[in-house]
């Protein structure tokens, strides 16, 4: 069946750019990014029949797009082109407090996300940008609430280490 273009157009202007905010928390390079928004949408599109009969796309489209962009990171792994966060630059402590400190602390943040194991990762993403409910991110992971509680404890605890924080903040 092929999508009324007005349709899918308004469903892409819509979610593609969830898409790409969620894969930003799970992947720094832009390329391996639009890679894999791309081939969702392309998904999306592909099983339009499906999508529509939904009444949350929302779940679909990110287990999709996380299993778009571990496809995009095999290639490039294949490629020999490193995804590895690992390898992005050390971000030394930002002295002055204006814009740029900000942006670099939220770079910092999104750093450390992408150095979590991906489930944890997953899971953190999935409740800090969108705050979802535990039950909807499970569903997402394809997981039980009770391990997505213990992902997301773990990556708290995981993040507060990695950012130097001392449980305050």
Request: aromatic residues 8%; hydrophobic residues 40%.
């Amino acid at each position: 069946m092929k999508p009324e273009s007005e349709d899918f157009s308004l469903f892409f202007a819509h979610w593609e750019p969830q898409v790409r905010r969620y894969l930003v928390w799970l992947e720094g390079d832009g390329a391996v990014i639009d890679d894999a928004a791309q081939e969702t949408m392309m998904s999306a599109l592909r099983y339009w029949s499906t999508v529509t009969e939904l009444q949350q796309p929302r779940a679909w489209l990110f287990k999709v797009a996380g299993q778009r962009l571990g496809d995009a990171q095999e290639a490039r792994r294949r490629s020999g082109v490193s995804t590895d966060p690992y390898e992005l630059p050390d971000r030394s402590p930002p002295g002055v407090r204006d814009a740029f400190a900000v942006q670099d602390d939220r770079l910092a943040i999104l750093d450390a996300v992408r150095k979590l194991p991906p489930r944890q990762a997953t899971a953190i993403a999935l409740q800090v940008q969108y705050d979802l409910p535990l039950d909807e991110i499970a569903g997402i992971m394809g997981i039980s609430t009770g391990s997505v509680k213990t992902h997301v404890h773990h990556a708290r605890k995981t993040l507060k280490m990695l950012l130097g924080e001392d449980g305050e903040g």
